[in-house]
């Protein structure tokens, strides 16, 4: 049956819509009434102060101000600042960053209250922005609609790279992890004038944002502060990146103070808040040394121990769970040079990528991980070597990387939430992506990805936001898309992905060995359940080895 709200946009095409206005605690903000899908859109709302000068590498700010007269949020705010300037710059970059965007169905309004999704965007830390179009809410919220469960999707841009670092010595740390806190935090303010259930609030991110859910799990040892109450993790753990000390850090910091000439000074950090972010930003993106770049740190403090410590001990928010993989996670994390021979195997597994395996245990993974093709990664490629992309051995090398990074932190993330949070519903996303070659969703030039790639990363992405740009021209992709924003909303609802009509989504500890729903399409034979055993062995050895990667 309908909700009410969903007959109620019947109505909604005979309408004269203005633009819309919200009052929030601060002043009003207009924003942009989008025709087509009945949507209100509010775009590039500051949540906090602006990260320059003498707010550079410090805690985010309240904003501590109001105002009478009635702000534009009609566009995407500025990207935080990072080395993609040409795609993440699109809409500016600069310090004045932390900002959210709002998409909801048109009509709602205080009286409502609207489950919230707050997307948390990928880029290993270093990149991204919400600007991006693959990040667009619209597709996503109108579905919300049309099945009579609607949403809330927000949005926000968070301090990436050198600017959400630890700064040796400071208490400044984890800045990145900070900024998202301050957003929900002023979700929990705000979202009452837009409609929005601050009861209700889902985390949710890809990539290093899925790093950044489960990290947000686990911040102050699983205190929530009720800023969120569901989470979902696509493809990265809390687990998945380094956690790297001042040791790693200073000398970066070091070279940076000397390079912008604040060596000479008693305070480098108040000399670096004084330095100009067009002399500054070029430093802090060169100056990474080889290995991991800038990513969170065990501080003590948002983060109190290493995430494998904080899962074993049940220190984190035990909420209910939506979290997957997809099959081929290792073709985008293949090391570059060729891997032809065992050596090549050895030496990238003793001292590439930071792994810090010694050499007994790099036997022992090599071992779990035969030089056999049918094996690797990506699955299902029979006697194929894919050499030209990778070397003689790149599916191997593949199968071991996405298992250390993703599979094998997804396997132990999951038996540990499901202990705790018996709603935990855990998938396997196993169809490739579309590569659309005029940028049109009828499929003109597009294909499919290579088949080096498989599955790969981010391959999920198109399919859960829905823009049929990214998603592809073909039927049964467009209705596994449909099928997936079904489960993601269901579950940010009520915390279950199942409904009438969708295939049946187990709880992950209905079965003894762990059960996962494979999605893929029709043509594959249609989503299904599996027990999660996939290269077992190798994933469980892989975990007894996962502290020595410092996480």
């Not at 019947?10 to 601060?26: E, F, G, K, Q, Y």
């Not at 699109?90 to 209250?113: F, H, K, Q, W």
């Not at 800023?227 to 000398?251: K, M």
């Amino acid at each position: 049956m309908k909700s009410l709200f969903a007959y109620f946009l019947l109505w909604l095409p005979h309408v004269a819509w203005a633009a819309p206005r919200v009052t929030i605690s601060n002043g009003t903000y207009e924003g942009i009434y989008l025709s087509e899908f009945q949507q209100e859109i509010f775009l590039g709302i500051p949540y906090a102060q602006d990260t320059g000068g003498p707010n550079r590498f410090r805690i985010p700010q309240s904003l501590n101000e109001t105002w009478d007269e009635i702000r534009p949020a009609k566009q995407y705010g500025h990207a935080c600042p990072d080395e993609n300037l040409g795609s993440d710059g699109t809409y500016g970059m600069g310090e004045d960053c932390l900002s959210i965007n709002i998409v909801r169905p048109a009509g709602i309004d205080e009286s409502y209250r609207t489950p919230i999704m707050v997307w948390i965007h990928g880029g290993s830390y270093q990149v991204g922005t919400t600007g991006l179009p693959t990040y667009n809410l619209t597709f996503l919220v109108q579905k919300s609609v049309k099945i009579g469960m609607p949403i809330i999707g927000a949005s926000i841009n968070y301090r990436k790279g050198g600017g959400g670092r630890c700064i040796p010595g400071t208490g400044q740390t984890n800045l990145s992890l900070r900024d998202m806190r301050k957003a929900l935090a002023w979700i929990q303010e705000n979202a009452k004038a837009f409609g929005g259930d601050t009861d209700n609030v889902t985390i949710w991110g890809e990539s290093s944002g899925s790093f950044a859910v489960g990290q947000l799990l686990m911040t102050y040892g699983g205190r929530t502060d009720g800023l969120f109450h569901r989470s979902i993790q696509e493809s990265g753990s809390a687990a998945t990146a380094w956690y790297n000390g001042s040791d790693w850090y200073q000398p970066i910091y070091d070279k940076i103070v000397s390079q912008v000439n604040c060596s000479e000074v008693p305070d480098t950090l108040a000399c670096l808040r004084t330095v100009d972010y067009n002399t500054l930003y070029p430093f802090m993106a060169s100056s990474k040394v080889d290995g991991p770049g800038f990513y969170p740190t065990v501080d003590g403090d948002i983060i109190p121990n290493y995430p494998t410590e904080l899962l074993h001990s049940g220190r984190f928010a035990h909420v209910p769970h939506l979290y997957g993989t997809n099959s081929d996670e290792g073709t985008d994390n293949a090391p570059q040079g060729p891997i032809n021979t065992d050596a090549d195997l050895r030496d990238y597994l003793e001292h590439g990528a930071g792994f810090g395996f010694p050499a007994s245990a790099v036997t022992r993974i090599m071992e779990l991980y035969p030089d056999d093709p049918a094996q690797g990664i990506p699955l299902g490629t029979g006697a194929e070597r894919f050499a030209d992309v990778g070397g003689w051995q790149y599916k191997r090398a593949a199968a071991i990387v996405g298992d250390v990074f993703y599979h094998a932190p997804r396997l132990e993330d999951a038996r540990h939430y499901a202990r705790h949070s018996p709603e935990t519903y855990i998938y396997r996303f196993n169809t490739r992506g579309y590569v659309g070659g005029n940028g049109s969703a009828t499929g003109g030039g597009g294909s499919l990805v290579p088949a080096s790639r498989g599955v790969a990363h981010y391959t999920e992405v198109a399919f859960v936001f829905g823009n049929p740009t990214y998603v592809g021209p073909w039927p049964e992709y467009k209705a596994l898309s449909e099928q997936m924003q079904d489960h993601w909303i269901r579950f940010a609802y009520h915390g279950n992905p199942n409904g009438k009509g969708l295939p049946g989504w187990p709880r992950y500890g209905d079965g003894d060995k762990g059960l996962n729903l494979v999605l893929q399409t029709q043509g594959q034979g249609g989503s299904c359940v599996e027990e999660d055993t996939y290269r077992l062995a190798g994933r469980e050895y892989l975990t007894q080895w996962a502290r020595r990667r410092h996480v």
